[in-house]
């Protein structure tokens, strides 16, 4: 996984500085129908919020993902327009919140690893999003390198879900942990100048089932990301 996200980095960098300074002649000619920033792709640092008492994050977590949005201008000069799409992502988040379910029952619980030596412990999600988007940007057919607002609502479904926990002795997997919310939404900001912008995400709901109780309290957790995302046709 390190490989391929570093692949991915360099060639997405590379892609975007011969975009950025390959004459316009040799892409082709200006075209008044043109739009703008149909993929992307963005990584992220998750930040858990609303945490039970004695819970604590560590490692880092993060997001991965990539996507597809249809961009639908709203003017004639196609600088403001709407933008709607489809993607992927993966979470990760490392904390010391161990989820554990009985395979027999598929009773979940859950335990709080104070005073415990362990080497990792995490739980990761799968999702599709579906990323609605208001667009403000500076660019014109010819011009490739300019500044751009995005913002808008998130809305993912969570496909996949397993916990990880790791000692010197011992590596437990299980899936389908089905405390973790299905369909998760919140706003979603991207701004910058050029290919590479900074992201920033904060989740209107809670990550996990409010059903769920931890010392008499409902775990309501929430996150927030931190990053960048890149854009390309």
Same mark, same amino acid.
């Given at each position: +996984?390190?490989?391929?996200?570093?692949?991915?980095?360099?060639?997405?960098?590379?892609?975007?500085?011969?975009?950025?300074? +390959?004459? =316009?002649?040799?892409?082709?000619?200006?075209?008044?129908?043109?739009?703008?920033?149909?993929?992307?792709?963005?990584?992220?640092?998750?930040?858990?919020?609303?945490?039970?008492?004695? +819970?604590?994050?560590?490692?880092? #977590?993060?997001?991965?993902?990539?996507?597809?949005?249809?961009?639908?201008?709203?003017?004639?000069?196609?600088?403001?327009?709407?933008?709607?799409?489809?993607?992927? #992502?993966?979470?990760?988040?490392?904390?010391?919140?161990? =989820?554990? =379910?009985?395979?027999?029952?598929?009773?979940? #619980? /859950?335990?709080?690893?104070?005073?415990?030596? /362990?080497?990792?412990?995490?739980?990761? *999600?799968?999702?599709?999003?579906?990323?609605?988007?208001?667009?403000?940007?500076?660019?014109?057919?010819?011009?490739?390198?300019?500044?751009?607002?995005?913002?808008? *609502?998130?809305? #993912?479904? =969570?496909?996949?879900?397993?916990?990880?926990?790791?000692?010197?002795?011992?590596?437990?997997?299980?899936?389908?942990?089905?405390?973790?919310?299905?369909?998760? /939404?919140?706003?979603?900001?991207?701004?910058?100048? %050029?290919?590479?912008?900074?992201?920033?995400?904060?989740?209107?709901?809670?990550?996990?089932?409010?059903?769920?109780?931890?010392?008499?309290?409902?775990? %309501?957790?929430?996150?927030?990301?931190?990053?960048?995302?890149?854009?390309?046709?």
């Amino acid at each position: +996984m390190k490989q391929l996200l570093f692949n991915l980095l360099l060639y997405f960098t590379i892609a975007g500085f011969a975009q950025q300074n +390959m004459p =316009v002649d040799s892409l082709y000619k200006p075209d008044s129908h043109y739009l703008e920033d149909q993929l992307y792709f963005g990584i992220s640092y998750i930040v858990l919020k609303n945490l039970p008492d004695d +819970m604590k994050q560590n490692g880092f #977590s993060n997001r991965i993902k990539f996507g597809f949005i249809r961009d639908i201008p709203l003017n004639e000069g196609r600088n403001l327009g709407i933008g709607l799409g489809l993607g992927l #992502s993966w979470d990760t988040y490392f904390q010391n919140l161990r =989820v554990q =379910v009985d395979e027999q029952t598929g009773e979940i #619980s /859950y335990t709080i690893l104070n005073n415990v030596s /362990y080497k990792s412990n995490s739980f990761s *999600i799968n999702k599709i999003d579906i990323p609605f988007e208001l667009r403000w940007r500076g660019s014109t057919p010819d011009i490739y390198k300019f500044w751009r607002l995005y913002a808008g *609502i998130t809305t #993912s479904y =969570v496909y996949k879900t397993k916990a990880n926990y790791v000692t010197k002795q011992v590596d437990i997997t299980y899936k389908d942990i089905k405390i973790i919310r299905k369909w998760q /939404y919140g706003l979603n900001i991207s701004a910058g100048y %050029g290919t590479w912008n900074f992201n920033f995400y904060y989740a209107l709901n809670n990550l996990i089932e409010n059903n769920v109780i931890l010392d008499e309290k409902t775990i %309501g957790i929430k996150i927030m990301t931190f990053g960048f995302v890149y854009y390309f046709l």
